[in-house]
């Protein structure tokens, strides 16, 4: 994950491992690479032990920015609301954050610069 960065990766999937390195945290936040989380997918690889383990007041607390995501929806049987239904029942999420964590995302997305400021005045 880390040589990622290094090359210049601006989004990482499935990057819960970051969790377990401080270092790694502190460049994440540093270099602004966004960490996309997909809660029950990574609970069924056991890339976690449970949803706890993904730790998202660290990730608050590093100022590292992260987006919710589905992953495979035909394998994991999930959708984005089911996803935070899932995070907002355990308490590790709340709606201002999903609304600030998703206008944040706009950023990272992969379009041209001028759709994403379009994209911006339309939900601000």
Same mark, same amino acid.
């Given at each position: 994950m880390y040589d990622s960065v290094e090359l210049g990766a +601006?989004? &990482?999937g499935h990057g819960v491992a970051l969790l377990k390195s401080e270092q790694e945290i502190k460049e994440f936040s540093k270099r602004k690479v966004l960490l996309e989380i997909c809660p029950k997918? @990574? $609970?069924?690889? +056991?890339? &976690?032990k449970c949803l706890e383990d993904l730790d998202i007041e660290l990730l608050k607390q590093y100022n590292v920015p992260y987006l919710i995501n589905t992953d @495979?929806?035909? $394998?994991?049987?999930t959708t984005l609301i089911k996803e935070y239904r899932l995070l907002l029942e355990? @308490?590790?999420i709340s709606m201002d954050e999903i609304k600030r964590i998703n206008k944040e995302a706009i950023g990272y997305t992969f379009i041209d610069k001028s759709e994403i400021e379009l994209l911006m005045k339309k939900i601000l």
């Open positions: +601006k989004r &990482i997918s @990574n $609970v069924q690889t +056991k890339a &976690i @495979n929806r035909t $394998v994991t049987g355990n @308490n590790l």
